[in-house]
């Protein structure tokens, strides 16, 4: 249970894979898409993960998340149980000064989607930009991985 | 993970509780009502759980379930985050022949709504009927918990 601090951001080129610690695939889909009460089902690296998230609040910048790990093979099974509109994204972890950036590069119905994400301490914190980070999207919900599930990336 | 079989039925009166091998508060709230992909928080006992229940089949006989017992302060943050309209009931389990009998006894906006639920291994297995058992509901969507939190029992 914590409240997260992040900031996000569109990418600009594929700069940001030079300096990737390492990369793996996701799939994830959604028990619920409302903002206010997501409910998302993930499988990453072989492991599930249920997560709730609540309400944004600070223009964007927090919100309420609960995580919990969960059996693969009942990841699989709740996945089929999700709305439709399943993600696949590949995500890169860089770091940039003593921050790690995560790069999620879409495919599918979300390709030519590239989103970084950084997470602080506080909402004023400071950090090092790197060259390829683009135009800030924090609190964009156009952004949010629930809302890219129902209205895909080629659509818009 | 598992499908249950479960047949549910409306009460007519009051001597199941003379027989209840135990009682117990259940508090419980929905981050998801849809009867697809039902997203369920509940404190029972001072535990707390998480259940995700599928569409039925069967005509309401079986249905998917998912659960996982979670932190009960966890439990009381996502309530919170629940839609609203929380359950507050009062379970009573009794042994009827081999099986065991679940009477909940609805409180608040649900006052006046008592359930008795009984889970089976097979559609078609025979059970002893107490004298108390009413009018079979099973399958009938106003009686899941996820439709009585929006449209109580009151306003019926």
Known sequence: MAVEIERKFLVK?????QDALTSYSIKQGFLNRDPERTVRVRLKRG????????????GGL??????T???PKDAEALLQRC?????????YEL??????F???VFHGENEGLVVAEIELQSADEAFIKPEWLGEEV?????YYNSYLSQYPFKDW
Chains 1, 2 share one sequence.
């Not at 080129?13 to 894979?17: M, P």
């Not at 709305?83 to 995500?91: A, D, H």
């Not at 770091?95 to 790690?100: F, L, P, Q, R, T």
């Open 13 to 17: 080129s594929e700069a940001f894979k």
């Open 95 to 100: 770091k940039s000064g003593h921050h790690i």
């Open 83 to 91: 709305e439709k509109g399943i993600i696949y994204k590949t995500r």
């Open 47 to 58: 492991k599930g993960f249920l997560t709730i998230k609540g309400k944004s609040t600070d």
């Open 102 to 104: 995560e790069v999620d």
């Open 138 to 142: 924090t609190g964009d919900k156009r």
């Open 69 to 71: 790990e969960i059996n």
């Open 62 to 67: 927090s919100r309420f998340e609960w995580e």
